[in-house]
């Protein structure tokens, strides 16, 4: 059994991409469990707090990822890029950067997404390759998913089209086989 910590990228309780990655969590094949982790108690990076006191849900938060076996992010898209909310999580959790081997390295990586606008996430989806490389994580990039007009496939917090579900259920597929190759590479 491989455990896949998800991370949805907005903090709206009616989130497109928290919806997604519940849809993401149901289409999963048997064998990948994904715990979904949330992002709202994560403050703002600043230096001095780091200095201070790390922040508990950070620390929490940063156990969670370096114990798993993958991380799947689903992604809004903000101005043809990404949301700065999680970009924030990511750069608390490369602090101190003495920690990002341990948590990141090797660390299989997908990245789904869901917006309300026609072009879905794909610019934003393309943002994340810069930071996940740097972070030396391994990168899935065997298929994607970035659900247009999200607001009409998912109604009421569910991902209703069954067209995206299969496609979805598709890329879940594809991911927990290349989760499952990092496992057997000992990469982690």
Do not use: C, H
Request: a positive charge; hydrophobic letters at 45%.
């Amino acid at each position: 059994m491989a455990t896949v910590i998800g991370i949805a990228g907005s903090l709206r309780a009616g989130s497109l991409n928290s919806a997604l990655l519940g849809a993401a969590s149901e289409v999963a094949p048997p064998g990948l469990t994904i715990e979904v982790a949330s992002i709202r108690d994560i403050p703002l990076y600043d230096g001095d707090v780091e200095r201070e006191a790390y922040p508990p849900a950070v620390a929490a938060l940063k156990e969670r990822v370096a114990a798993a076996d993958g991380l799947l992010v689903a992604s809004p898209e903000y101005n043809n890029s990404i949301p700065g909310v999680l970009k924030n999580t990511i750069d608390w959790m490369s602090r101190p950067p003495a920690d990002i081997a341990r948590v990141f390295g090797d660390l299989p990586v997908g990245i789904i997404g869901a917006s309300g606008a026609m072009g879905g996430t794909r610019l934003g989806q393309v943002g994340w390759l810069p930071v996940f490389r740097v972070l030396g994580t391994s990168f899935f990039s065997g298929k994607a998913f970035y659900l247009a007009n999200g607001g009409q496939a998912i109604q009421d917090g569910r991902l209703v089209d069954e067209k995206s579900r299969e496609v979805l259920r598709g890329y879940m597929a594809a991911f927990a086989d290349f989760v499952a190759r990092g496992r057997k590479r000992g990469a982690r």
